[in-house]
């Protein structure tokens, strides 16, 4: 990586700020500009991988009870705030088995309507625990970005939960059994830092390849 790439990515994520929590999607701003959408179940450790990302120890809020926050988060890049030009969109997580049946089938339909009209959407995040891959709702997040053709990033976080060795079998395999034509699978670990710097790489070409 370049030096000046590397100070593109500061300037984009160190800078990173909370914009607002959106209890629908009609209440996420004006859709100009470009994002990033983040995507996962709720005990993937998704807020854990955007704080890793920003550099910051609470910017997304994790909880100890997954699935308790049903908001859709908005987080503003290179130092801007309201009307941020450049996104991460944290969702709602996904999959929390207390969740009454009618919420969960007015939140996928919410999404498809999200993945499939949200021009600014650039691209999307689909975090998953490394032990537990590509479960039903996973699956759909990134068939939802495939069908809209936007590159995917299927993250596999708690990657210091298993050895080197563990890690290197199960990206493999996943790679070669779920192509994503248009993406990529990689390993993640917010808690000791393993590819933020690949991560925010992604993301900042994705960013930089968007209209004005």
């Known amino acids: 990586m370049t030096d000046d790439s590397t100070r593109h990515q500061r300037r984009l994520f160190d800078a990173a700020s909370f914009i607002k929590s959106a209890p629908r999607l009609t209440d996420i701003g004006e859709d100009v500009g470009a994002e990033v959408a983040f995507a996962g179940r709720s005990n993937a450790g998704k807020s854990t991988a955007l704080n890793a990302l920003v550099g910051q120890k609470a910017l997304a809020r ?59 959407l650039v691209g999307v995040v689909v975090i998953m625990d490394i032990r537990h891959p590509l479960k039903a709702l996973d699956q759909q997040m990134i068939e939802y970005a495939m069908a809209r053709g936007l590159p995917v990033l299927a993250l596999l976080t708690k990657a210091d939960k298993l050895g080197f060795g563990q890690v290197k079998q199960t990206v493999a395999k996943l790679a070669r059994e779920h192509p994503l034509p248009n993406g990529q699978w990689m390993a993640f670990s917010g808690t000791k830092g393993t590819h933020v710097r690949e991560v925010r790489d992604v993301i900042s070409a994705w960013l930089d390849r968007a209209p004005d």
């Open 62 to 120: 994790t909880s100890r009870t997954p699935g308790r926050t049903q908001m859709i988060n908005l987080f503003g890049l290179g130092g801007e705030t309201e009307g941020a030009r450049r996104r991460l969109v944290d969702l709602p997580g996904y999959g929390f088995a207390k969740v009454p049946e009618r919420v969960r089938r007015a939140w996928g339909e919410a999404m498809a309507q999200y993945f499939a009209e949200r021009q600014s």
